[in-house]
């Protein structure tokens, strides 16, 4: 396994590669990132993983600074998972001193869920793709569906750039209780996690709902915002939405997306399900 730190040698190494595929990661590897390293092999010859705690899509009061960097253990879980290059650079690699600031956006979907409780997060998520992207020129690059929205953006930013990448959408990975992976759970208290097993448990029980014939989504949104509030969650948001415009639907008519953000403590969590009538 190469590990690189400079977009030089990164294209150095990409052009040794007929075909690559990338997995861009924020690091704190859990089985999620390893799931998306293994649909990337299924792929193309080539694995790349970037790890990049990215500033640009972070808010002033987000948790930029104190995102866990267990870079040891991340690079041992890359080597077991076969992956054959990791991209790690530094944020000054990334932002050289004087690069003026470009922005990518795609407002129909970005002034949404995600993006209208995290302003400019998309922006920052379309710009360091985008920067792995000319860098790496991946074939193929892997996205969680646990990250819909950022999936949605991406597919949507590569379509509209006509940009020759595959973007593969991946499954969420779960804990055997049912909660989500994710790096930031490593902030959770035992009580804490407890109490956030309430998203998982509220999509689930939404989907036993609708597969039972319930068609409306504001009863479908006010059981989900009862289950949170139960545990005492702060809820940012319950949505049923179409899964690619993000637009509010009524019913569920055709393939609705489920999504819920909520804070147990200080920590903010997602969650989503897709449900089909
Ligand atoms: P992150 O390091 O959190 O930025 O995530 C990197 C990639 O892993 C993104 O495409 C995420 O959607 C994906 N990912 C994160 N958590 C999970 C999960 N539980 N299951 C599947 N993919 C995930």
Redesign the pocket.
Known sequence: MKIVRTIAEARQERARCPSMAL??????L?Q??I??IAVARKHAPKVAVSIFVNPTQFGPREDFSKYPRPIEADLAKCQAAEVDLVFKPTVEEMYRPGLLDIVIDLPSLTNVLEGAKRPGHFKGVCQVVAKLFNILTPDVA??????YQ??RVITAMVEALDWPIRIVP?????DPDGM????RNAYLSAEERQRGLAISRALKQAAEQVKAGYRQTNRLITSMQHALLEQRLLVDYVAAVDPLTFKAVAEVAGPTLLAIAARVGSTRLIDNTVVRP
Not at 23 to 28: I, K, L, S
Not at 142 to 147: L, T
Not at 170 to 174: A, D, E, K, N, Y
């Open positions: 997995v861009p990661t924020m690091g704190a859990h999620g990132h799931s998306l892997c996205f969680g569906e646990k990250d950022q999936l991946c499954p969420t990975m779960r989500a992976m994710s790096s």
